[in-house]
């Protein structure tokens, strides 16, 4: 039994140096140091125009995003105030509820007024972005980041037209809005009118 349980033990021994010492080679995607033979000024440009495009882009993602955040609440705050205007055109109850209907359409005003100064403010830096995105795709494409150069202007003809869209659409709000604004102005006053007329009367009466 002895003798069986040592042969036993030397022949699974034996097996697992034979059958066990492979191991799987597992792929490491480590980013080498590139030599210093590489470290050339051009490789240097290169990749430092790389990092120039990656800001920004991400500059104009962000600028583009809050753009289109901020032409969004405009339009909101449009429909808000022309909704507010015909309630109070259509309101002729006690005289407290056509005061608090006119405190919130110059309150929505002031909104409408905000926001649109806030969005005046992102166009005008959005000009800015757009001239520091040229000037790194150009950069990159000189500087022998070809692809980087390509990526670039992918990205800013793509932020062309969702700028455009967005101008589009407000700029059809805000029309929208001048010929809700003259209307209003117009019955207001003719409310005014026929309001003094029935003064008038009772007065007389």
């Known amino acids: 039994m002895v003798l069986?349980?040592?042969?036993?033990?030397?022949?699974?021994?034996?097996?697992?140096?034979m059958s066990f010492s492979f191991q799987p080679k597992i792929p490491l995607n480590f980013h080498k140091a590139p030599s210093p033979q590489k470290l050339t000024s051009e490789y240097l440009i290169s990749q430092a125009s790389t990092s120039t495009v990656s800001a920004t882009q991400q500059l104009l993602t962000l600028t583009l995003a809050a753009i289109s955040d901020t032409a969004k609440m405009y339009r909101k705050c449009m429909e808000q105030l022309m909704?507010?205007?015909?309630?109070?055109?259509?309101?002729?109850g006690p005289e407290a509820a056509s005061l608090e209907l006119w405190d919130?359409?110059?309150a929505m005003r002031v909104k409408v007024e905000d926001c649109k100064q806030r969005l005046q403010e992102l166009t005008s830096f959005m000009e800015y972005v757009d001239k520091l995105a040229t000037a790194a795709a150009e950069t990159a494409f000189l500087g022998g980041a070809e692809h980087m150069s390509t990526v670039m202007c992918e990205s800013l003809n793509s932020a062309?037209?969702?700028?455009?869209?967005?101008?589009?659409?407000t700029r059809a709000k805000e029309i929208e809005l001048l010929k809700q604004q003259e209307n209003f102005i117009r019955r207001s006053c003719g409310i005014g009118k026929e309001l003094k007329k029935k003064t008038g009367v009772c007065e007389g009466t």
């Open 160 to 169: 062309h037209a969702k700028l455009a869209a967005e101008y589009d659409k």
């Open 4 to 17: 069986w349980t040592r042969f036993l033990f030397r022949t699974l021994t034996g097996n697992k140096c």
């Open 83 to 92: 909704c507010t205007m015909d309630e109070c055109l259509l309101t002729q």
């Open 104 to 106: 919130e359409v110059v």
